[in-house]
C-alpha cells in the first residue's frame, strides 16, 4: 500500500486531530480545530454565536423570508482522499450518518486507500426547437456558423470564465422523434465553467444565442435550459481495501449486485450515497437538488434506474466505484455569500471546484460501503437506533440530568430486543421519575 501523504495545519497532524474526536465535548472540538488552523478565532466566534442571526442576508436571497431554518452541522473525520487528510463539514440532520461515515472512513484509511479523478470538462446547455421542417439542413446551417457562434457566446457572455481558462467549446445537436410527423431538434452548448456551478452562466449563453441561431435556421427557439444530467463531466471515486474478511467482500458485493439488477434496492441504496453527499453540498452553499437530479438521471442512462455505486472482491480485495456528475462550484452563488459555506470550504482545504467534487464523491461512496457492511452485518438497526437512542430520549421529553438514565436503559432494552421506539422512551422515563418521587 502507498504511503498516506498527511496534510498538516499549525501545530497539529489532522491524523492526530482525529483522534479521539468525537469524545471531545462542543468547546473542545472547537478548541482543536482553532489549534490545528482549520478555524480562526473569528469562525470559532461565529459557531459560539450560533450563527446568522440577522435576516439580513436571507433577504438578499429568498422572498417572503421569516427567518432561518438551522441544520445541525458536524464534521466527519478519518478521510484521508488521494493521499491528503481532510475535515468533512456535513450539514444534516439525520442520526446517524457523521458517525457512520467517520467510522468508515477509519476503518478504509488503515486498511486501503480512496482515490478519485473527474472525467471532462463540460457542463451542457439546451436549445430547444420544438419543430423543424428539415433537420439535415437545420443542421448543416448550424455547422456552417458553428465557430462563429461559440466565439461570439465566449466574446459577449463567458469572457470571465474565458479569461479563467474556460468558456463555451464545443456545439453539438441532435434529433428527438416526436412521433407526430415533426423532428425536435435540441443544441447542446458545451462549457468548461472553471470553479463555478456554472448555471447562470451557461442560461445567459442559450438565451444570447438564440437570435442567431433563429436567424441562420429560419427555425423558431422554443426554450433555453442548462441540463443537470451532465455525462460529459463525472466524478470517480474509488475505494480499495487491501485487507479485509474475504467472507464479509463478498457479502458486499451481493450486496451490490442486488442493488444493481433492482431499482427498488437502487432508489435505496442511491439515497444512502446521498446520505453522504447532501451534507456536504448543503454545507458547501452548493446545489445539491441540481445534483441530485443529475445522479438519478445518470443511474438511469441504460434505460433501467440502478445503483451508482459498484463493490467487488478482487483477488482477496474489497474495490468499489463511485461514478456519476457531481457538479458543483466554489466561487459564486451561497458558496461566495454565505459565512458559514465559507467558513465549510476552508474546513475542507479546496482549492477548486473538482476538488470539491471529488471529495464529495469520495464521502458519498464512503457512506455506500458503511451502510452496506452494516446491512450485511449486524443489519442496519442496531448502529443507527444507537445513535437513534438520544433523540428518542429528548423526544420523550427528558432533561439533561434525565438523559444518561434514560439512554443507558433504553441501550438495554435494544440489546435484548432488537428493537426500540419512543414509547419505550416515555415508558422508562415514566418510570424513573416514579422511582425518583418516591
Known amino acids: ?72 452541522l458536524g464534521v466527519a473525520t478519518n478521510f484521508n482522499i488521494d493521499g491528503n487528510d481532510h475535515v468533512v463539514p456535513m450539514a444534516v440532520e439525520e442520526t446517524s450518518i457523521i458517525a457512520a461515515a467517520s467510522k468508515t472512513a477509519k476503518w478504509i484509511r488503515e486498511n486501503g486507500s480512496i482515490k478519485t479523478e473527474v472525467i471532462g470538462l463540460n457542463i451542457i446547455g439546451q436549445i430547444q426547437f420544438a419543430k423543424v421542417q ?54 447542446h452548448v458545451y462549457m468548461n465553467s472553471c470553479d463555478a456551478m456554472g448555471a447562470n452562466v451557461m442560461n445567459q449563453v442559450c438565451e444570447y444565442l438564440k437570435d442567431s441561431l433563429e436567424q441562420f ?82 443511474a438511469s442512462k441504460d434505460g433501467q434506474y440502478r445503483t451508482i455505486t459498484k463493490w467487488r472482491s478482487v483477488n482477496s480485495k474489497l474495490v468499489g466505484v463511485f461514478e456519476a456528475p457531481v ?49 450485511t452485518t449486524v443489519g442496519i438497526i442496531e448502529g443507527h437506533m444507537k445513535l437513534h437512542i438520544k433523540n428518542l430520549s429528548l423526544g420523550a421529553g427528558a432533561t439533561d440530568m434525565e438523559m444518561p438514565v434514560v439512554i443507558k436503559k433504553l441501550e438495554e432494552i435494544l440489546t435484548l430486543r432488537k428493537r426500540i421506539s419512543l414509547s419505550n422512551a416515555i415508558e422508562v422515563l415514566t418510570d424513573l421519575r416514579n422511582q425518583t418521587n418516591h
Open 217 to 298: 435556421t429560419s427555425e423558431k427557439v422554443t426554450m433555453c435550459i442548462l441540463s443537470n444530467l451532465v455525462d460529459s463531466k463525472l466524478t470517480r471515486a474509488t475505494v480499495t481495501l487491501d485487507q479485509i474478511d474475504v467472507g464479509l467482500a463478498l457479502k458486499i458485493e451481493e450486496a451490490s449486485r442486488f442493488a444493481e439488477l433492482d431499482p427498488y434496492r437502487a432508489a435505496t441504496s442511491n439515497k444512502g450515497v446521498l446520505n453522504g453527499i447532501d451534507p456536504v453540498l448543503i454545507a458547501t452553499g452548493n446545489d445539491w437538488r441540481a445534483v441530485e437530479a443529475g445522479i438519478h438521471a445518470y
Open 134 to 187: 428539415n433537420f439535415d439542413l437545420f443542421s448543416e446551417k448550424i455547422f456552417q456558423q458553428k465557430d462563429y457562434l461559440i466565439s461570439l457566446a465566449n466574446r459577449e457572455v463567458a469572457f470571465g470564465l474565458v479569461a479563467r481558462g474556460g468558456g463555451v467549446t464545443d456545439i453539438k445537436i441532435r434529433k428527438l422523434v416526436r412521433g407526430d410527423g415533426y423532428d425536435m431538434a435540441v443544441i
Open 327 to 375: 457538479i458543483v462550484g466554489t466561487v459564486g452563488g451561497v458558496t461566495t455569500l454565505h459565512p458559514s459555506a465559507k467558513m465549510n470550504i476552508k474546513i475542507l482545504g479546496v482549492k477548486s471546484a473538482n476538488e470539491l467534487s471529488r471529495i464529495v464523491a469520495a464521502v458519498g461512496l464512503v457512506q455506500n460501503l458503511g451502510a452496506l457492511k452494516a446491512l
Open 1 to 72: 500500500m502507498a504511503p498516506k501523504i498527511i496534510k498538516r495545519r499549525g501545530q497539529v497532524e489532522l491524523s492526530d486531530l482525529f483522534k479521539g474526536f468525537s469524545k471531545l465535548n462542543y468547546q473542545e472540538r472547537l478548541n482543536k480545530l482553532h489549534e490545528a488552523q482549520i478555524l480562526s478565532v473569528q469562525d470559532v466566534n461565529y459557531l459560539n454565536s450560533g450563527g446568522l442571526q440577522d435576516v439580513g442576508l436571507a433577504e438578499k436571497f429568498v422572498e417572503n423570508v421569516i427567518g432561518y431554518f438551522q441544520l445541525p
